[in-house]
């Protein structure tokens, strides 16, 4: 079956830097894609940034652009999130997701790893 485990997390101060990594297990782990996702205290899931598998393609969310870089290790099965930059507004619960075909639902989740900045 198909883990996804986050780690990197932690307390920064504002302007501080951080990176996320999370490693996909299992042998039918096999993504099309991969993606950060995060929940800040009282907020719904927001999209975060993702990768697909194959071409490194890129996407982010506009809040992120120009601190947040989405990398990736195809070799390891595993995504990156380098955050810099880092602001107060950045709390919360960092997820990574992975799906196997484009377009689809994301099918695996991790378990989060808590990212906090303060001022």
């Known amino acids: 079956q198909v883990q996804l485990v986050e780690s990197g997390g932690g307390s920064v101060q504002a302007g501080g830097s951080l990176r996320l990594s999370c490693a996909g297990s299992?042998?039918?782990?096999?993504?099309?894609?991969m993606a950060w996702f995060r929940r800040a205290p009282g907020k719904e899931r927001e999209f975060v940034t993702s990768?697909?598998?194959?071409?490194?393609?890129?996407d982010y969310t506009n809040t992120v652009k120009g601190r947040f870089t989405i990398s990736k290790d195809n070799a390891k099965n595993t995504v990156y999130l380098q955050m810099n930059n880092l602001q107060p507004e950045d709390t919360a619960v960092y997820y990574c997701?992975?799906?196997?075909?484009?377009?689809?639902?994301?099918?695996?989740w991790g378990q989060g790893t808590q990212v906090t900045v303060s001022s």
């Open positions: 997701a992975a799906r196997g075909a484009p377009g689809t639902a994301w099918q695996y």
């Open positions: 299992g042998r039918t782990f096999s993504p099309n894609a």
């Open positions: 990768i697909t598998w194959s071409g490194g393609i890129t």
